[in-house]
């Protein structure tokens, strides 16, 4: 019996140390996410994202939106959002987040023409590209990125159909 209890405590200590290691070094699932567009990826010593928060409206909330917007009337109300959303930029404040050296990006319409759309995995370097060359459509995209420990850990394109 007293075996038993030295070996559950042993396995208890082993498991709460691994899980409050993880918590240290964020190793666990989580973070903040954040849905917005990327104006841009800076490339001073740190790769990090320019971005803008906004606002994910459907619904009854997304009509208001729109007829605050002057985008809709009260009388088109139930017709005026065809895919029932609208994408609402407030504010137009920027901030920048710093990628985590381990980010995953994913793209959802990079390869559309030829795939469909399906997630693509990107390098940051690629994301660069992308975003930061003004004569492309990426940066009007909105993107869910996730924040974690201050850093940006994961940025997806949102698939806008």
């Known amino acids: 019996m007293r075996r038993r209890v030295i070996l559950s405590l042993l396995l208890a200590l082993l498991v709460g140390g691994f899980l409050l290691t993880a918590a240290l070094l964020g190793m666990g699932e989580g973070g903040t996410e954040r849905l917005g567009f990327i104006d841009g990826v800076t490339t001073n010593g740190n790769y990090g994202v320019i971005f803008d928060e906004a606002e994910?409206?459907?619904?009854?909330?997304g009509e208001d939106a729109a007829i605050e917007?002057?985008?809709?009337?009260?009388a088109t109300r139930s017709s005026c959002l065809p895919n029932d959303y609208i994408i609402r930029n407030t504010?137009?404040?920027?901030?920048?987040?710093?990628f985590a050296?381990?980010?995953v990006i994913t793209m959802q319409t990079l390869r559309m023409e030829q795939e469909g759309v399906r997630p693509t995995v990107i390098s940051r370097q690629e994301f660069e590209?992308?975003?930061?060359?003004p004569s492309q459509h990426w940066r009007?995209?909105?993107?869910?990125?996730?924040?974690?420990?201050?850093l940006v850990r994961k940025v997806d394109e949102v698939y806008v159909p």
């Open 56 to 61: 994910w409206l459907t619904g009854a909330e």
């Open 69 to 74: 917007a002057g985008l809709c009337t009260e």
């Open 91 to 98: 504010s137009g404040a920027t901030r920048v987040y710093e």
């Open 101 to 103: 050296n381990d980010v």
């Open 129 to 133: 590209q992308l975003i930061n060359n």
């Open 140 to 150: 009007d995209l909105p993107y869910r990125i996730t924040i974690h420990n201050g």
